[in-house]
């Protein structure tokens, strides 16, 4: 039987302590860079392929975040809609968990004709997203890397590395 991923992920995370993480996270963080897992290389744009015939060419922003010590946060620099919520440290699952102040969908529903909003919940196909989760590879004083999972099965571990530095 093969192994799954999980393994493979935790050994990439951070082996800092909570109490370190949660120190070290409050303040602005200004996005700077992604990486390549081998962080040789900066992705500055990448080929991403939607379905069978529609192909999309990504050019990298990453929202900057202020974390801040009373558990709220704010992202800005935003390429879309900008989030705020609240923030804790999982130390059993070694991630920082964002919940949304207002949650997002997979489709604009404010825009969505009357009756179709329904009509999605009612076939599964509206998603809701109430946060999100960063599974952090290093963070320093003045430095956090942040594991971005690309496409992958469970067996495999297929990442980038998103590079912050504190303002």
Not at 68 to 95: F, R
Not at 109 to 115: F, S, Y
């Amino acid at each position: 039987m093969r192994e799954t991923n999980e393994r493979l992920i935790d050994q990439i995370k951070t082996s800092k302590s909570s109490k370190t993480i949660e120190k070290r996270i409050v303040g602005v963080w200004e996005f700077k860079r992604l990486m390549d897992s081998t962080k040789s290389k900066v992705i500055q744009e990448r080929k991403l392929k939607v379905n069978d015939t529609i192909n999309a060419t990504e050019y990298v922003a990453r929202p900057s975040v202020e974390i801040n010590e009373d558990g709220t946060y704010a992202e800005y620099n935003c390429p879309g809609e900008c989030e705020t919520g609240t923030w804790s440290y999982d130390k059993g699952e070694k991630v920082l968990k964002f919940k949304f102040k207002e949650p997002k969908y997979n489709v604009p529903i404010d825009n969505l004709a009357p009756g179709l909003l329904e009509k999605l919940k009612a076939n599964g196909q509206l998603m809701v997203f109430e946060g999100d989760e960063w599974e952090i590879e290093d963070i320093t004083k003045n430095e956090l890397t942040i594991i971005e999972h690309l496409p992958h099965d469970e067996f495999e571990f297929l990442y980038n590395l998103r590079v912050y530095r504190k303002k």
